[in-house]
Every structure is written in C-alpha cells, then in structure tokens.
C-alpha cells in the first residue's frame, strides 16, 4: 500500500504538555477519593456499533462517568452524544479526534478503533498518564505489537491500568476447563484444534480515499486495517490456544485464501494453519469468513492421551474422560456479559491499584501468532516466530484525503 503522506505518529499530533497537565487533576481526584465512591472519567475513541454498546455498558456499572467522544465522523460522535449524554464540546472527530479527546480531562480512554489506529493511540494515552480499555486485536503488524508491549510496561510504571478486552478467558465454565487441564486433566497435552468461523464482513468497492472502509467493518477486508480475519474474529480461539499451551508459536505453516465474490479488500476468505511449539504441542487453527451454513464457530478443541476438552464462545465448555471430569457448563452471552466483567475488573483494578497488566502479555502473543499465521499462510509455506520478529515488518495505510 501506498506510505500515507504523514505517519501514524503524525495522525496523533503527538501528546502536548497541555494534555498531561490536563490529567494532573483527574489524578489528584483520584488520590484522594474513596475508591468505592469515585467515579473514573472516561472518554470513547470510536463510536460506531461497538463502541457506541459498550460505552453503555460502562455506564450502566455506575462507576464511571462518560467525560467526552471520538470519532473520525462528526455525525457518528454526536449521534454517541446525544445518545450517551455527551456535552457538545467534548464530541471530537478526524483524524485528531483521539488526541483532543486525550487532551479533555479523561482519567481513561476506551478505544474502539480499527486495529491499526491501536498502537498509537494507546501509546498517546500512556504517555499522557491515563488508563486504557482497549479492544482486540492490539495491532496488524509486528512494529505495532512491540509499541503495545512497550505502553503496558509503560503503563505498570506509571502505575495505570491497561486492559485488553477478550471475552472467552472471563467465562466460569471456560475457566474451569483450563484449570483442569493445567492440573493435568487431559494428561499431557498433546494436540490442540481451534476454529474461526464467521459469515464474513462487507467489502464494498473502494472510493478515492479509506473514508469507506472505517465504518461497518468494512476495514476487516483490508488487512493493514484490520489484521485480516485470523486476527480480528479468529484471533479469540487463537488466544484460548495459547492460554491452554502456555506460550507462544515457535512456527507456523499454511495457506489461505480468497473465494469471496467480487473482493475488493486483500483479506483471506480460508485460511489454515499449524502451528509448533517448544513444547511440542501441535496446533492446527482452520478459519473461514463466508456466508454459507456453517454458523459461527470460536472454540478450541484439546486433545491428550486421558481425555478431551472443550472451550468456547457459544455452546458448552467441558473435560471428558480422565481423572478430573468435568461435565461442563453453557457458556451464556459471552458477548455481553464478558465485556461486562472486564468493564468491572478495569474499575476494580484502578481503584484498587492493581496496576500487573496482565492481559497485555498474553494479547501481544496472541496477536503475533496470528500474524505469524496469517504471513506463513499468505505466502503458502511455513515461517519462524524469529524470522517474523526480525523481519520486523510494517503495515502502512493511505491517509491522504482524510480529514485532520
């Protein structure tokens, strides 16, 4: 793709001095009051479908207060507004719309955006001192997964939270199989098989700038926006794999692919992949984004010599055979009610400084391994996790056209 014609630092404008002294008093705040009784000021950095549902949802756990609204489209911004009570001065929009907002006197962002606006925007936020809530996957590319590595060291420094929202670990039934299976359930874990299913995303024709491709999901069909499908739907089962393994992919091997009618972004249809690691386990990972009558499908199938075990998205979570059985639970409205408790865990940990980070880790890991994937598939052969990180490569995108 074309370099933009100023880079994604430029896209911020950087992290002003004005914007940290803008902090210092939410933080004296929140020195001294009660962490029962305070409530955290948060601002929104995407406002469309997700972002617009899940600012709800901060609400509605009444400990925080919705200070200001971001979005690349005015009219998105206002209408999250008007509808989630926004003063007009704080509703922000263009390409500088995140920095404005980080500027306002927020205490936490709560990033909604496409992948490859993350990186810098969570690093802005870091700098300037605040908490972040942001969504997956953390990058589309490895520069961008090494920024975020950086901002959630950064973040324990200064002792603020980040918090990367994946709704699978959060469940009971699903947190219970793993137990079971890191206490030996399966015997030795031998083989692991996770999926990726969706009905796929829209991918209309493109126009003379991305303008098109930031709303309604359509950036998931641009792989430098969205990570591609691996990293943006499947990305959740490839996380519980490396949960259940315990590390991340040495390498990979595979291929992928476009069958989707009238393509006009560069992300893959099918994709399938096998991962090794040092521990030897096997990983085979198979992902399609077509409509057809599969259904959607996030699950990770574990296979030892004692028993087998299921994690999931929807459906039921269990451990069969073997000393510790577990006869599995539903996994309810994961989607809801996962972004929920890690809505509470964010508030808990700011207010009882519990500054670990520790979903940042795993969500670097997790987004490198669908990279790795994603690269060793598109090129229809196999890669190292030491090649792709010496490889160190870029994703760019076309920013001419936008607005500022």
């Given amino acids: 793709m074309n370099m933009p014609p100023f880079s994604r630092r430029q896209f911020l404008g950087g992290v002003t001095a004005s914007s940290v002294l803008g902090t210092l008093g939410s933080h004296a705040q929140e020195a001294t009051t009660p962490a029962s009784t305070r409530k955290i ?74 992948p490859y606006f993350l990186p810098e925007q969570a690093t802005a936020a870091v700098a300037a001192g605040l908490h972040v809530y942001m969504a997956k996957p953390v990058a589309v590319d490895v520069p961008g ?56 995303f829209p991918d209309p024709p493109k126009t003379a700038n991305i303008e098109s491709r930031l709303q309604h999901l359509v950036w998931v069909n641009d792989i430098a926006l969205g990570c591609d499908n691996i990293g943006n739907y499947d990305i959740h089962a490839i996380d519980v794999a490396l949960w259940v393994i315990g590390e991340r992919p040495v390498s990979a091997a595979g291929s992928s692919g476009i069958v989707r ?45 004692a028993a087998q075990a299921l994690v ?23 989607y809801g009610l996962g972004a ?16 670990a980070n520790d979903t940042v880790r795993r969500s670097v890991d997790g987004c490198l391994a669908c990279i790795l994937g994603r690269e060793a598939a598109e090129r229809h052969g196999s890669m190292t996790m030491e090649a792709l990180l010496k490889e160190n490569k870029r994703l760019n995108v076309n920013l001419e056209g936008l607005k500022a």
């Fill in 41 to 114: 000021k948060i601002g929104l950095v995407g406002c469309g479908g997700r972002g617009s549902w899940i600012a709800k949802l901060f609400q509605k756990h009444g400990g925080y207060e919705l200070h200001a609204v971001a979005d690349y489209f005015q009219e998105i911004a206002d209408r999250a507004g008007d509808t989630l009570g926004v003063d007009k001065a704080r509703r922000f929009s263009g390409l500088s719309g995140c920095k404005k907002l980080i500027e306002s006197g927020v205490e936490a962002v709560v990033l909604e955006v496409p």
């Fill in 145 to 200: 997964c090494l920024a975020i590595e950086a901002a959630g060291k950064q973040a324990t420094q200064k002792q603020r939270v980040f918090l990367v929202d994946y709704q699978m670990p959060t469940d009971p039934a699903n947190i219970e199989v793993v137990r079971r299976i890191h206490e030996g359930g399966l015997g030795k874990l031998a083989h692991v098989q996770s999926y990726g299913m969706s009905g796929g």
């Fill in 261 to 305: 009618k009238d393509p006009h972004g560069d992300g893959r249809d099918v994709i399938s992949v096998v991962y090794q690691y040092a521990n030897g386990v096997i990983h085979n990972h198979f992902g399609q984004a077509l409509n057809n009558t599969s259904g959607g499908n996030l699950s990770v199938a574990c296979y030892g010599p």
């Fill in 312 to 334: 999931n998205y929807w459906g039921k979570a269990f451990l069969r055979g073997g000393p510790q059985q577990f006869n599995g639970d539903k996994v309810e409205n994961l």
């Fill in 340 to 355: 929920t408790r890690n809505i509470a865990s964010f508030h808990q940990q700011i207010t009882g400084g519990n500054f």
